[in-house]
């Protein structure tokens, strides 16, 4: 799995779009890239999932530039209930690899 | 479709006892994963079963382990607990299958055990 770098912490307010990059140089070319969101004391749920361009379902977009060495979640117009942690992962899923979440960013949504 | 479920939600122990956790996954889901997460701290990734095998572990003492029945559900076992094994831990599933090189899989976790060591 390709090594993420997330900021650590994110705090902004409700009715905001909240923008979280994810930097991922060493991305393979099978690897896709996958957001989970994680609110404490439960398993991280998933959000969004792109190989490119750009990706919007009905929670969040995923905005991957073309050479894919980074990715941005977009979450528009945030709530106090989108307080969570987010992970960024990419990777191509084999035998020989470990699905490996790094720290993640604590978004914290201020009222 | 029910989700992954894992039981017991939460489980008390003392110093040296052992812990055991299960995990039912998706229905038709064949791959199972492990995380520990400690109180703040992020996910530790600690055993990979699919098939009933073990495919893969993370960084952790053999007194962690575990195995995959037949209908795909996991059991993990913690043997001669320790303070430090106090943590939440989290199964996942997911369609992928040994040799499948397709990225796109998702995992999809249960709400945990939470494990307490006293």
């Known amino acids: 799995l390709a090594k993420t770098t997330q900021p650590i912490s994110m705090d902004s307010y409700e009715g905001q779009e909240v923008n979280i990059t994810c930097s991922h140089n060493?991305?393979?070319?099978?690897?896709?890239i996958t957001w989970y969101q994680q609110f404490p004391s439960q398993g991280p749920r998933f959000i969004i999932q792109?190989?490119?361009t750009k990706v919007t379902n009905e929670v969040a977009s995923l905005f991957i530039p073309a050479d894919r060495k980074s990715s941005t979640l977009s979450l528009p117009r945030v709530s106090l209930s989108d307080t969570a942690v987010y992970y960024c992962?990419?990777?191509?899923?084999?035998?020989?690899?470990?699905?490996?979440f790094g720290k993640g960013t604590r978004l914290h949504i201020l009222p | 479709e029910a989700g992954v479920t894992q039981s017991p939600t939460h489980l008390i122990k003392t110093r040296g006892q052992q812990a055991t956790l299960r995990c039912s996954p998706i229905?038709?889901?064949?791959?199972v994963y492990w995380y520990q997460q400690a109180l703040g701290l992020g996910l530790q990734f600690l055993l990979w079963?699919?098939?009933?095998?073990?495919?893969n572990r993370g960084n952790f003492p053999p007194r962690f382990s575990g195995r995959q029945f037949p209908n795909y559900s996991s059991e993990l076992n913690v043997n001669a607990l320790e303070l430090e094994d106090s943590a939440l831990y989290l199964c996942?599933?997911?369609?992928?299958?040994?040799?499948?090189?397709?990225?796109?899989?998702?995992?999809?976790f249960g709400s945990g055990t939470q494990l307490s060591v006293l």
């Open positions: 060493n991305i393979a070319t099978n690897d896709y």
């Open positions: 992962l990419v990777g191509s899923l084999n035998r020989d690899d470990k699905i490996i």
């Open positions: 792109g190989y490119k």
């Open positions: 996942a599933s997911s369609l992928l299958r040994l040799l499948q090189t397709k990225s796109n899989e998702k995992l999809f």
């Open positions: 229905s038709g889901h064949t791959s």
């Open positions: 079963y699919d098939e009933g095998e073990e495919r």
